[in-house]
């Protein structure tokens, strides 16, 4: 099973020293905060894709192609690829170009972003969203699975006899996740070409995530591509650890309370008791982490939101190195031992997915 990090790419004032960090400092934190993750040995850093202020993850394959030649092991991934303001195109070329520069140490998650002004930015209409996401990604596949591409449809120019470049690695297109919140037909587009579906349910509570999972799982295996119980799945997560449970509360208690996305709204008590929010010690973190897989069954990822909010640098790093030497080491084991053989334990690498290609066309 697979655990990392994620970063919604935020710049917030730091409501205990007013300390507000400009984009240089944070594009060049969040560089830090994978370099970091990949040498405590956890398994993926992800970014997301904002267009708007207070975000600055604007390009992620530009980040994640900088880290691809600074970091070793780590998966390189995405929390958020606009499926629907980026053109299809553009997107084949880009992540084929990570794929290429990270020898296959990479993914990515489509997702239609929650930010209505950022679509007439970019010559989109939020109302078509959800078509926009169906189209666009049809494309994308053909762009990568096919070297010549004739194609028209509703929402971009047609294309004649069009080669995306580079080529995807080996021949094989990088794997993808699905993610969405509340949207099933993104369920089921992940769900009908047999790609992973990520539930971010960092605002949810476990019983709408329930819902979703197994609404994929179970159209992954009505479409054909094996047991439900085979079927990729990734969850969101929140944590603030520290050795002392209040320590943990009082420290991150400001934080949340200034948070952008839900400072000055629930409480921190009643949102760490409807959400995946854990504040709290390692092992409050393992326990209630153990416990999603009653809830969705055996997953293959778990990422967890740390840098947001205006914490500081140095402070993310430590929740790094908590999370990778006191929590990770724990759950890995706990949810392997349950897992039945049959079940996959992460989602396909760039070698497996090239090795099933092999055996498909030699059979």
Known sequence: MQFGVFSVSDVTTDPTTGETPDDTERVRSMVTIAQHADEAGLDVFATGEHHNPPFVASSPTTLLGYLAASTENI???????????????????????????????????????????????????????????????????????????????????????????????????????????????????????????????????????????????????????????????????????????????????????????????PSMEDFTASTPLTVGSPQQVIDRYAKMREDVGDYQRQLFLVDHAGLPLKTVLEQIDILAEEVVPVLRKEMESLRPADVPAGPPTHAERVALRTHELAS
């Open 75 to 265: 998966i390189l991934s995405t929390s958020t690829t606009l499926i629907t303001t980026n053109d299809p195109v553009k997107i084949a070329e880009d992540y084929a170009m990570l794929q290429v520069l990270s020898n296959g140490r990479m993914d990515l998650m489509m997702g239609r972003g929650n930010t209505g002004p950022v679509y007439p930015w970019f010559g989109k209409d939020i109302r078509q969203g959800i078509p926009l996401a169906v189209e666009n990604y049809a494309l994308l596949r053909r762009l990568w699975e096919e070297d010549v591409v004739d194609w028209e449809g509703k929402f971009r120019t047609p294309l004649h006899g069009f080669t995306s470049t580079p080529r995807p690695l080996d021949g094989v297109p990088p794997f993808v996740w699905h993610g969405s919140i509340r949207s099933p037909e993104i369920a089921e587009q992940a769900a009908y070409y047999g790609d992973g579906f990520f539930h971010n349910n960092i605002f949810w509570p476990m019983s709408h995530t329930r819902k979703m999972v197994n609404f994929y799982r179970q159209r992954f295996e009505h479409h054909g591509h094996g047991p439900a119980s085979h079927a990729i799945v990734g969850l969101g997560g929140q944590a603030f650890i520290r050795k002392n449970s209040q320590d943990a509360w009082n420290e991150f208690r400001p934080y949340f309370d200034n948070a952008p996305v839900y400072g000055h709204g």
